[in-house]
T-cell receptor
Framework: NAGVTQTPKFQVLKTGQSMTLQCAQD?????MSWYRQDPGMGLRLIHY???????DQGEVPNGYNVSRSTTEDFPLRLLSAAPSQTSVYFC??????????FGSGTQLSVL | QKEVEQDPGPLSVPEGAIVSLNCTYS??????FMWYRQYSRKGPELLMY????GNKEDGRFTAQVDKSSKYISLFIRDSQPSDSATYLC?????????????FGKGTLLTVNP
């Protein structure tokens, strides 16, 4: 069982570059979300989606875009990378409530 | 004041010890309380889930919620080296839908053989 798959695992960007972090789940979960995890800050919600075609902002959405064209995929786009976006990014999914399944994370460095 | 406060530790205990991990919160609307365990370089995984006040036990783990004090705890009995991880508390007021979890910063636990 693949669960939640994130790619890439590691990425280094230069300031101003754009990129897309991929997230796919094979559990037919309606809800998907993106978190970033920084030392001393814990996990913070960036964007989330409650179903295909529906997205909404979380706590720290600036500088990020998302779309949800299918139930399975929820990519996160960095429009113009900044050093402040250096972080570990986690994608998560769930059916309705109670249990978030997290991916293994993408470690992003912006130089 | 942050919505959820959690002592980051680190906490180091000998194998077999009883471990107590705690979080306090300020939002009285929180009704759903969770503990996630995160091993190094991995994503968090759900360990315990409780609704409202009370205790819930699962093997060596007990989750306790005291809504009157806005305080939650996770107890680990007979701790093992495999319990070494970061433990994150999380909370939600979203009517059972946990898509807007508020996380604590996590407590790093090391259990020494």
């Amino acid at each position: 069982n693949a669960g939640v798959t994130q790619t890439p695992k590691f990425q280094v960007l230069k300031t101003g570059q754009s990129m897309t972090l991929q997230c796919a789940q094979d559990m037919n979960h309606e809800y998907m979300s993106w978190y970033r995890q920084d030392p001393g800050m814990g996990l913070r919600l960036i964007h989330y989606s409650v179903g295909a075609g529906i997205t909404d902002q979380g706590e720290v959405p600036n500088g990020y875009n998302v779309s949800r064209s299918t139930t399975e995929d929820f990519p996160l786009r960095l429009l113009s990378a900044a050093p402040s976006q250096t972080s570990v990014y986690f994608c998560a999914s769930s059916r309705t409530s109670e249990k978030l399944f997290f991916g293994s994370g993408t470690q992003l460095s912006v130089l | 004041q942050k919505e959820v406060e959690q002592d980051p530790g680190p906490l180091s205990v000998p194998e077999g010890a009883i471990v107590s991990l705690n979080c306090t919160y300020s939002n009285s609307a929180f009704q759903y309380f969770m503990w996630y365990r995160q091993y190094s370089r991995k994503g968090p995984e759900l360990l315990m889930y409780t609704y409202s006040s009370g205790n819930k036990e699962d093997g060596r783990f007990t989750a306790q919620v005291d809504k009157s004090s806005k305080y939650i705890s996770l107890f680990i009995r007979d701790s093992q080296p495999s319990d070494s991880a970061t433990y994150l508390c999380a909370m939600s007021d979203s009517g059972g839908s946990n898509y807007k979890l508020t996380f604590g910063k996590g407590t790093l636990l090391t259990v020494n053989p």
